[in-house]
């Protein structure tokens, strides 16, 4: 099933926990949700479906995320220097997060702990409650990616500079980002554009704009030469260049053994990877989209894929 509503490239897609709502935003500003059910219902006249639109940045959205604990919650981070928590039944912004620069991507653990990457070289950690964020660490570049994981005890980040930072969450707020790094390494050329966590936190998967796709061993906290290196050149395929600032990959959850992982990645190609995680072997180069592939989200219960583009499309469809 083919989507259009947003007037310009989609940037970001994402289910929210219970499957009944799948949030996008773009280009054009605006967030847009669909409901899955009344997509279900509709599936031989998608067009004559119309989605909640909101209006929400001065610019461009980046990427979307759910809240963890209330289910009428999404932030979205934003070009326009801010991320943003949304309130989707009230319809009213709850909480601005500001930058300097623009917001490339943020993340959320399962208590709503926020860690939030820019231009200005800064990531930033928040919590609902308050004004001001909790914690901040200055870089010397900016940085483009970031994921927490779910117990909320690291954060990780990279951008220009394609090193892999970890850092200890949990000491951030009272020491340097220094003192609280756990290990980073550098394993690809070029600038990383994505990261993101297994569902049982023991790897972490990198994307460099050069469309090379890696991971590392996140269990192992050395700064020195003992660390597992991540396999080079792991998952080939996907296409970009030095524009495709906001492609990404991911892991996704097996539907059999929770223990089996599939990798999912945005090429600018227009076509979908897919690869088994532990045999690294292509499984599909999925088909549909007329130019480059963003962002891709998972619902387990449900089983459909969502992918958006540069097209102005979003295309739900079946692992």
């Not at 919650?73 to 949304?86: E, H, L």
């Amino acid at each position: 099933m083919e989507l259009n509503v947003h007037q310009g490239p989609v940037y970001a897609c994402r289910f929210n926990n219970s499957g009944e709502f799948l949030a996008s935003g773009g280009h054009d500003h605006k967030l847009v949700l669909w409901d899955m059910e009344e997509l279900n219902e509709q599936l031989d006249e998608p067009n004559e479906i119309h989605p909640f639109v909101q209006p929400l940045h001065k610019s461009a959205i980046t990427s979307i995320r759910w809240s963890q604990l209330e289910n009428n919650i999404v932030f979205t981070s934003s070009a326009d220097n801010t991320a943003c928590a949304f309130d989707i039944v009230k319809g009213v912004k709850i909480k601005t997060f500001r930058h300097k620069e623009c917001v490339n991507e943020l993340d959320n653990g399962k208590r709503d702990t926020i860690v939030t990457v820019s231009d200005d070289g800064i990531g930033r950690i928040w919590d609902l409650r308050s004004k001001w964020p909790i914690a901040q660490v200055n870089t010397s570049y900016p940085l483009f990616t970031c994921c927490i994981d779910k117990n909320e005890e690291k954060i990780y980040w990279a951008g220009i500079d394609p090193t892999v930072n970890c850092l200890d969450l949990r000491k951030l707020a009272s020491q340097t980002g220094e003192e609280c790094l756990l290990w980073k390494e550098s394993c690809q050329s070029n600038s990383l554009t994505s990261l993101s966590l297994s569902p049982d936190n023991n790897f972490l998967l990198s994307k460099s704009i050069d469309g090379s796709i890696k991971y590392f061993d996140t269990k192992i906290v050395d700064l020195g030469s003992n660390r597992k290196k991540s396999k080079p050149y792991v998952f080939d395929g996907p296409q970009s260049s030095d524009d495709d600032w906001l492609i990404r990959a991911r892991f996704i959850p097996n539907t059999k053994d929770d223990e089996l992982y599939t990798i999912a990645s945005g090429s600018n190609d227009g076509f979908l990877f897919t690869w088994d995680f532990a045999t690294r072997k292509l499984l599909d180069r999925k088909a549909g989209h007329r130019g480059a592939i963003f962002d891709v989200d998972y619902h387990l219960q449900r089983g459909k894929l969502a992918t958006c583009s540069i097209d102005g499309s979003i295309i739900l469809s079946n692992l």
